[in-house]
């Protein structure tokens, strides 16, 4: 029996695609080991959103070789989309985007040849491929990928050129399986894309009707959208957050940027006026929703001016948490051709300036519930505590060894960032 470790790197999308990958593998009579062990096969599924994402793919696709040379190794995803002519003695399988889903033919065929297998394709013209998960070892949450690709090409943003254009999974394929999901256990289910809120522009149908039929799973508890952009945020959207409590309160939409100099820079879908009133038209159906968001830093361009609106920006609209990203130069995207860049040593001040503006948020908004009662899905154990998520993604902590993957009633009492700390209620 061959042991397979598998290294992530990214988004929730190469999450559920490793996920599937090691079901596969398990079904093929694969014995699915640790990375950091000697194994047969190594698999990298890789990333390149940012210059750092490219480093640490390379990084671990190095120490796999490294530590079996006699080992085949798998370098997948996004790195090798977007840099197909990457090499590295030791390297044996080497796909991008496509054919995840056939890594065991693929083994097959390399064990029966011993030859390098090397898979070229149009990144932007491929079909959805096809994944199907009804159960997620060790977690509670579990991932569903509808959508895949990218039309918006945002000035800054490689993702549209290694992931390819919107394409959609069926719609009964994705009911059946966050049916199956949840006869198996699951309350919570993710829906997850490279661009979730654009699900159905290649199909007759939305997102909107997608989640109309979501939300009525009979069993289905809570329903979490990874992330979506506050213009596919629309009536029929929020007419069903409105309607439905199995959408959890809890929205994550990326802003980038607080200034509407940087945006149109970006070429971002909105300014700021129409940002702010998608946030109080969701706010005025769920007055207590977390809200947090995405921002980049350092963009070309951006004075010390333009990044202090950013950071009264982010106050003014009161996110819940703010997940800050140094601006990272990617090749072939129109920001690296722009002037005005943003020395290195400010891009991380910057960033930790806004982390900061970050922190003081997050226990703003956990301060607003000292005293109330949540519903807590109990995830871990740890020093005598159990551990889980609110459906606002309150990060709970409270004495005893409660089960996992049951929903427990808390009531909170301070603040211990980044936890809240409470006691179950009798």
């Known amino acids: ?37 000697i194994c047969d096969v190594y698999i990298i599924n890789t990333c390149t959103v ?89 977690r509670t949450r579990a991932f569903v990928k509808i959508q895949d690709g990218c039309d918006n090409f945002c000035s800054y943003c490689i993702i549209p050129f290694v992931r390819g254009k919107c394409r959609s999974k069926d719609e009964a394929k994705v009911i059946q399986e966050i049916t199956d999901l949840v006869n198996n256990g699951y309350k919570e289910i993710v829906l997850t894309g490279i661009h979730t809120g654009s699900y159905g522009v290649d199909l007759d149908t939305d997102f909107g009707d997608l989640l109309n039929k979501l939300v009525n799973i009979k069993g289905l508890e809570r329903l979490r959208i990874s992330s979506i952009e506050c213009t596919e945020l629309n009536d029929k959207v929020l007419n069903l957050i409105k309607a439905s409590k199995v959408i959890v309160d809890h929205l994550h939409i990326p802003i980038q940027a607080g200034s509407d100099e940087i945006l149109k820079a970006m070429n971002r879908k909105y300014d700021l006026e129409y940002f702010k009133n998608k946030i109080k038209e969701i706010r005025k159906i769920r007055p207590e929703i977390s809200i947090s968001t995405d921002v980049i830093v350092g963009f070309p361009g951006e004075t010390e001016e333009l990044f202090q609106i950013t950071i009264n920006t982010c106050k003014e609209i009161e996110f819940s948490k703010l997940h800050v990203f140094p601006f990272s130069e990617r090749k072939g995207t129109k920001a690296s051709l722009m002037d005005q860049k943003i020395d290195n040593r400010e891009k991380k001040d910057r960033a930790r300036r806004l982390i900061e503006v970050s922190e003081e948020l997050e226990i703003k908004y956990m301060e607003k519930f000292i005293n109330r009662e949540v519903e807590v899905l109990v995830e871990e154990h740890k020093d005598g505590y159990s551990i889980g998520h609110t459906g606002n993604f309150l990060h709970v902590k409270f004495k005893g060894d409660y089960p996992i993957n049951e929903f427990v009633t808390v009531k909170i009492e301070k603040v211990d960032y980044p936890f809240c700390q409470g006691k179950e209620l009798m």
């Open 1 to 37: 029996m061959k042991t397979v470790g598998i290294c992530t790197l990214g988004c929730k999308v190469n999450t559920y695609e490793s996920e599937y990958i090691m079901n596969e593998l398990k079904k093929a009579g694969y014995e699915i080991g640790d990375f950091n062990d």
């Open 50 to 138: 940012t210059n750092a994402s490219d480093s640490k793919s390379k990084k671990m696709i190095r120490q796999a070789i490294r530590r079996n040379p006699e080992a085949c190794v798998v370098a997948m995803g996004c790195f090798v989309a977007a840099n197909f002519d990457y090499q590295e003695n030791g390297l044996d399988i080497v796909l991008g985007n496509k054919d995840k889903s056939s890594i065991v033919s693929l083994l097959e065929e390399y064990f029966s040849k011993k030859q390098m297998i090397k898979k070229e394709y149009s990144k932007r013209l491929v079909d959805f491929e096809d994944m199907y998960i009804d159960a997620f070892p060790g």
